[in-house]
């Protein structure tokens, strides 16, 4: 299983990322999918979630500013980041729910005030 974030960069608080995971070697319309993030000297927060219904979580640091998202016939999960804020600085990781501790290769992502 593979799963390649990309979409990352930096950006002025306020502003805008879309974050995408390719997820490739499972049958993705059969995976709930997640993003969760990593800041240095912090611990891993889980970000958001979306089920194959398309039944969506996030935290509630990110409601109303992130919204996830998937395309099965791309076997791609989104993270749609507005009103970005410094405190979103971090390396966000997509994973698979049924493998939550699975990740692949993150995508920085780095906020400035």
């Known amino acids: 299983v593979q799963l390649q974030a990309s979409g990352g960069g930096l950006v002025q608080a306020g502003g805008s990322l879309r974050l995408s995971c390719a997820v490739s070697?499972?049958?993705?319309?059969?995976?709930?999918v997640g993003w969760n993030r990593r800041a240095p000297g912090k611990e891993t927060e889980l970000v958001a979630t979306i089920t194959t219904d398309g039944i969506r979580h996030y935290a509630e640091f990110v409601k109303g500013r992130f919204t996830i998202s998937r395309d099965d016939s791309k076997s791609t999960v989104y993270l749609q980041m507005s009103s970005l804020k410094p405190e979103d600085t971090g390396v966000y990781y997509c994973f698979r729910l049924i493998a939550p501790d699975v990740w692949g290769q993150g995508t920085q992502v780095t906020v400035s005030s």
């Open positions: 070697g499972v049958l993705f319309r059969n995976n709930g």
